[in-house]
């Protein structure tokens, strides 16, 4: 009988524990950091804002160093417009609590904004895709939303779309020069620009011209002057037709004269099309492309080739395939491109370029870029040897049947979580 009492007990416990454990009320969900005061913690991830200007202005949030530390990561990616502006693509990114909770919200500058009227134009944006988030904040009773005002006797309206005369055409000219002198060597230079662009949907056209002009002279060991005058200058135009949300076609032209690449005029013309496997509504986030141009160059030389040449015609074609991401993890380019004459298929040139920067782990990040080429293509180089001094001035390209660059780098950081503060002096 006792076993039986005993058994029954053990039995009436392991009902009644989970009904008991069931009443218990849920933990309560882990509060805020010290020192957070409840606002809404973001990492802000935009290389090209403003972070001093957006910490004064936007200030009922918690700015964190490190993703792994935040509420919500805006993440936002840039492309030029067709007026010259930028337009800023800011996706918000709901992390922890707020996981799943994404949104993206666009701002566009223009070109003849100042850098002011840009970041207080992006800040008003930032500001409007954040509300979401702060609302449920213990912060959420404290933010004011304003509405703007019509000018007295009009009634509120919607937007309407201006009439631009000038029909989306962008023009742009600058000038400028420098001049030093030293008691052994004096420089002067002259730069001139030009560029006309309009950027539509449908089409996009671009031509630009480009002018520059040094000359330096140095006095030697020997009391002789050594003169060095490059000239160089650019006129190019291409037109792009959007056919699909994936396809383009293109065609440029445009004609050059290089003292460096011995060019007296390069006038060239050429078609091509391109892919891309996202769409283009996607490109400020991943592009893949594909690239193929074909068409002709027509070259005259200030001195003969090392072919015997002083002009010739060329026909020649390019394949280019591209992959630009810009995720959360971080971002990466890569791009392949292979050129070839068709007169001569072993006069070819190929070249590979990358950049990566991946966050790591917590405040721990790398990056590294580069290029490397492998040449065959050099129809231009002067005959004969080039002198010492013009190796040392880079006066003209050398022979080389190859060229190679690397950089890489590191960054750490640790300590505060938060990144709130504004401080100038000194």
Same mark, same amino acid.
């Given at each position: 009988?006792?076993?039986?009492?005993?058994?029954?007990?053990?039995?009436?416990?392991?009902?009644?524990?989970?009904?008991?454990?069931?009443?218990?009320?849920?933990?309560?969900?882990?509060?805020?950091?010290?020192?957070?005061?409840?606002?809404?913690?973001?990492?802000?991830?935009?290389?090209?804002?403003?972070?001093?200007?957006?910490?004064?202005?936007?200030?009922?949030?918690?700015?964190?160093?490190?993703?792994?530390?935040?509420?919500?990561?805006?993440?936002?990616?840039?492309?030029?417009?067709?007026?010259?502006?930028?337009?800023?693509?800011?996706?918000?990114?709901?992390?922890?609590?707020?996981?799943?909770?994404?949104?993206?919200?666009?701002?566009?500058?223009?070109?003849?904004?100042?850098?002011?009227?840009?970041?207080?134009?992006?800040?008003?944006?930032?500001?409007?895709?954040?509300?979401?988030?702060?609302?449920?904040?213990?912060?959420?009773?404290?933010?004011?939303?304003?509405?703007?005002?019509?000018?007295?006797?009009?009634?509120?309206?919607?937007?309407?779309?201006?009439?631009?005369?000038?029909?989306?055409?962008?023009?742009?000219?600058?000038?400028?020069?420098?001049?030093?002198?030293?008691?052994?060597?004096?420089?002067?230079?002259?730069?001139?620009?030009?560029?006309?662009?309009?950027?539509?949907?449908?089409?996009?056209?671009?031509?630009?011209?480009?002018?520059?002009?040094? #000359?330096?002279?140095?006095?030697?060991? #020997?009391?002789?002057?050594?003169?060095?005058?490059?000239?160089?200058?650019?006129?190019?135009?291409?037109?792009?037709?959007?056919?699909?949300?994936?396809?383009?076609?293109?065609?440029?032209?445009?004609?050059?004269?290089?003292?460096?690449?011995?060019?007296?005029?390069?006038?060239?013309?050429?078609?091509?099309?391109?892919?891309?496997?996202?769409?283009?509504?996607?490109?400020?986030?991943?592009?893949?492309?594909?690239?193929?141009?074909?068409?002709?160059?027509?070259?005259?030389?200030?001195?003969?080739?090392?072919?015997?040449?002083?002009?010739?015609?060329?026909?020649?074609?390019?394949?280019?395939?591209?992959?630009?991401?810009?995720?959360?993890?971080?971002?990466?380019?890569?791009?392949?491109?292979?050129?070839?004459?068709?007169?001569?298929?072993?006069?070819?040139?190929?070249?590979?370029?990358?950049?990566?920067?991946?966050?790591?782990?917590?405040?721990?990040?790398?990056?590294?870029?580069?290029?490397?080429?492998?040449?065959?293509?050099?129809?231009?180089?002067?005959?004969?040897?080039?002198?010492?001094?013009?190796?040392?001035?880079?006066?003209?390209?050398?022979?080389?049947?190859?060229?190679?660059?690397?950089?890489?780098?590191?960054?750490?950081?640790?300590?505060?979580?938060?990144?709130?503060?504004?401080?100038?002096?000194?």
């Amino acid at each position: 009988m006792p076993h039986r009492l005993r058994a029954l007990g053990v039995l009436l416990a392991l009902i009644c524990f989970p009904v008991a454990a069931a009443g218990q009320p849920p933990p309560p969900p882990p509060g805020p950091p010290p020192g957070s005061n409840g606002a809404l913690r973001v990492f802000l991830d935009c290389p090209r804002c403003d972070f001093d200007f957006l910490r004064r202005e936007v200030t009922f949030i918690n700015y964190v160093r490190d993703r792994k530390d935040a509420e919500l990561h805006v993440l936002v990616t840039t492309q030029s417009t067709g007026s010259g502006g930028t337009e800023y693509t800011l996706n918000y990114i709901g992390l922890g609590r707020f996981a799943g909770t994404d949104a993206t919200l666009r701002y566009s500058s223009l070109g003849t904004d100042t850098q002011d009227e840009s970041r207080r134009g992006f800040a008003q944006v930032f500001q409007l895709g954040l509300m979401r988030y702060v609302a449920e904040t213990p912060l959420a009773g404290e933010i004011q939303i304003g509405q703007r005002r019509p000018p007295p006797g009009r009634p509120p309206q919607a937007a309407e779309a201006a009439e631009d005369p000038w029909n989306f055409w962008i023009f742009r000219i600058s000038a400028s020069g420098d001049y030093r002198s030293e008691e052994r060597n004096t420089r002067k230079a002259i730069r001139v620009s030009g560029s006309a662009n309009r950027t539509t949907e449908a089409w996009k056209f671009g031509f630009s011209s480009n002018l520059n002009y040094n #000359d330096s002279r140095y006095v030697l060991s #020997d009391g002789e002057t050594y003169v060095n005058v490059t000239r160089n200058y650019s006129n190019s135009g291409q037109i792009v037709k959007s056919l699909t949300d994936h396809w383009s076609a293109a065609v440029r032209g445009g004609w050059s004269r290089s003292t460096y690449y011995n060019q007296d005029l390069d006038a060239s013309a050429f078609a091509g099309i391109e892919y891309n496997i996202f769409p283009y509504a996607e490109s400020s986030t991943r592009e893949l492309t594909f690239q193929y141009l074909a068409g002709v160059d027509r070259v005259r030389y200030e001195e003969e080739t090392i072919f015997d040449k002083m002009e010739e015609t060329l026909y020649r074609h390019t394949l280019d395939t591209a992959l630009s991401l810009r995720q959360p993890w971080g971002t990466s380019y890569v791009s392949l491109e292979f050129q070839q004459y068709l007169h001569d298929l072993s006069k070819n040139s190929l070249q590979f370029d990358w950049s990566l920067n991946v966050r790591l782990f917590r405040g721990f990040s790398f990056d590294v870029d580069g290029n490397i080429s492998r040449i065959k293509d050099q129809l231009y180089l002067v005959k004969g040897e080039a002198s010492d001094e013009e190796v040392l001035l880079l006066r003209r390209q050398l022979g080389t049947a190859y060229r190679y660059e690397v950089g890489f780098g590191i960054t750490y950081q640790f300590g505060s979580i938060f990144n709130n503060v504004v401080n100038p002096r000194f």
